[in-house]
């Protein structure tokens, strides 16, 4: 029964399905550099509890744009100026975070949030941005807005919980958030060329092959101190201190 339904709709056919995986895919690989840039904004909040807030409200705004924009993709493509503020959007976060003041080891960290509702913004905002290049190349694999749609609603679902991830992996990797503002870089810089000649775009495989050894540098060192581990000061400071040994006490311990 589900052959000669496949079969009565080609829109729901094997050829549709197989093409959805690597939309998915597409998405989740092109979301890395994505997740991570976001997964550092949220960062800018001190309390674990508001970044889960903020990546879930900041991309339940960026999933409502997505949608937007598959559905207006068409009419989007033919303005070269949406790429270009996307373009500079995206380098101005890079030079935002390279010009933020360094911390012991020389890293740099995104930036800081006084709210919640400041964080959220500039999650979907960046999310945005990103989608203007992963869904153009979407919609240039596929006509079929179905599809589309379905890969952008499990690339944004897949991207929430990469960007959990990346939260607790800045903390543990000391050149992982460097490393992921220099991807997001690529991508801005990728649009912008795209903008200017769109015939000296870089092919798809050499960016992300540049995107996974500039990944492999981010894993390359773990931070030793991870911040929910005590200093060594802290230790010390816990520790009772013991108490003076009285004369009486030790007379007690000579009469035994």
């Known amino acids: 029964m ?27 690989v092109l979301s890395a550099d994505n ?9 800018g909040l001190e309390d674990s509890k508001l970044q889960r807030q903020a990546l879930n409200f900041g991309l339940a705004i960026a999933f409502v744009l997505r949608i937007s924009l598959i559905l207006t993709a068409t009419w989007v493509i033919r303005y070269w100026q949406f790429e ?28 800081r949030f006084a709210s919640l509702w400041q964080a959220i913004p500039v999650i979907a905002l960046t999310d945005l941005a990103f989608s203007l290049d992963s869904v153009t190349t979407a919609i240039a694999i596929s006509d079929e807005t179905w599809l589309v749609l379905t890969g ?4 944004i679902i897949t991207l929430r919980f990469m960007a959990g991830l990346f939260i607790r992996w ?25 903008v200017i000649n769109d015939n000296l775009v870089p092919p798809q495989w050499l960016v992300v092959s540049s995107i996974a050894v500039i990944f492999v540098w981010g894993f390359s060192k773990r931070n030793t101190q991870l911040p929910d581990d005590p200093q060594p000061s802290e230790v010390a400071l816990k520790q009772p201190e013991s108490e003076p040994v009285t004369q009486e006490a030790e007379g007690q311990k000579s009469e035994i």
């Open 84 to 111: 270009l503020l996307g373009a500079l959007y995206l380098l101005w976060l890079v030079f935002q975070h390279f010009s933020s003041d360094a911390d012991e080891e020389g890293e740099h960290h995104g930036p």
């Open 152 to 155: 952008a609603t499990i690339g």
């Open 170 to 194: 800045l903390d543990e990797f000391v050149h992982l958030e460097d490393a992921g503002y220099v991807t997001v870089g690529l991508v801005g810089l990728r649009l912008l060329v795209k």
């Open 35 to 43: 997740a991570i840039a976001l997964a550092s904004i949220s960062k």
């Open 2 to 28: 589900l052959d000669q339904f496949l079969d009565a709709s080609p829109s729901f056919g094997v050829d549709a399905f197989f093409l959805l995986l690597v939309l998915v895919a597409l998405e989740a």
